[in-house]
């Protein structure tokens, strides 16, 4: 029972920190660091850096990428 209750503990804790790591991104721009047709953005909550062309911030989130 303990274990049945563990494994659903850790499926959670997955379920949670997956999504936190795709939907609590808060991309803002960097006007400072644009490119050349390219925006540049930085995570607010990660820290990551991202460029995009279509002048939208990214989707994803980028922690764990590129570091
Ligand atoms: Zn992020």
């Given amino acids: 029972m303990i274990i049945i209750a563990g494994f659903i503990l850790a499926f959670v804790l997955i379920l949670i920190f997956s999504n936190r790591s ?4 808060r991309w803002r721009a960097e006007r400072s660091g644009d490119r050349d047709g390219q925006r540049k ?4 909550t990660c ?6 062309e279509t002048g939208k911030p990214p989707r994803v ?5 590129g570091r």
């Fill in 22 to 25: 795709t939907r609590d991104c």
């Fill in 41 to 44: 953005y930085r995570c607010a």
């Fill in 47 to 52: 820290g990551a850096v991202a460029f995009t």
């Fill in 61 to 65: 989130c980028l922690a764990g990428e």
